[in-house]
T-cell receptor, first 114, second 113 residues
């Protein structure tokens, strides 16, 4: 049983560009959350998707947007990249959107903005 | 507010016990968690405790929760070199009805042979 998978593994972009990161949830999971982990910091919640809708959002600007597809996979889009967007982006999936649903994390996508 | 604080570094000898500490500010937190992160890997859930519990034991892991002081600790008995990693404390804030997690900045555990 494949766990949470993310692509690409690494990505290098320049300031002002746009990027799309992808996540496939663990089999049987329908909820996907995205986190940003800057170097030396803990992950910060970006948003959560359930039933193809954004359920909750953290303190991130509108440059960060997402989408969930009918097969429950998800994309994170970041527009107008800033140097400060360089981070490890983690996707987590869970079998529901309740507080009691355990989240399983993928290995992350390392984004470098030059 | 929603804030989680941890000490940044802990070094122990193999076979000793490790204690990693965490404080949080949200008195209405529902669940508190400990995650482990190894290089190149995602976060692995180690254990969690519901906010109405004081203690939870799971094999070598013991979690203690002092709700009055908003203090959480993770004790690892008989620490092994394979336990070397970054450990994150996290909470589900009371204001959230989803699985949103608030993480601390992580404690790097170094285990010396």
């Amino acid at each position: 049983d494949a766990g949470v998978t993310q692509s690409p593994t690494h990505l290098i972009k320049t300031r002002g560009q746009q990027v799309t990161l992808r996540c496939s949830p663990k089999s049987g999971h329908d909820t996907v959350s995205w986190y940003q982990q800057a170097l030396g910091q803990g992950p910060q919640f970006i948003f959560q998707y359930y039933e193809e809708e954004e359920r909750q959002r953290g303190n991130f600007p509108d440059r960060f947007s997402g989408h969930q597809f009918p097969n429950y996979s998800s994309e994170l889009n970041v527009n107008a990249l800033l140097l400060g967007d360089s981070a490890l982006y983690l996707c987590a999936s869970s079998p529901g959107d309740r507080v009691t649903d355990e989240q399983f994390f993928g290995p992350g996508t390392r984004l470098t903005v030059l | 507010g929603e804030d989680v604080e941890q000490s940044l570094f802990l070094s122990v000898r193999e076979g000793d016990s490790s204690v990693i500490n965490c404080t949080y500010t949200d008195s209405s937190s529902t669940y508190l968690y400990w995650y482990k992160q190894e290089p190149g890997a995602g976060l692995q859930l180690l254990t969690y405790i519901f906010s109405n519990m004081d203690m939870k034991q799971d094999q070598r892991l013991t979690v203690l929760l002092n709700k009055k002081d908003k203090h959480l600790s993770l004790r690892i008995a008989d620490t092994q070199t394979g336990d070397s990693a970054i450990y994150f404390c996290a909470e589900t804030p009371g204001s959230s009805n989803t699985g949103k997690l608030i993480f601390g900045q992580g404690t790097t555990l170094q285990v010396k042979p």
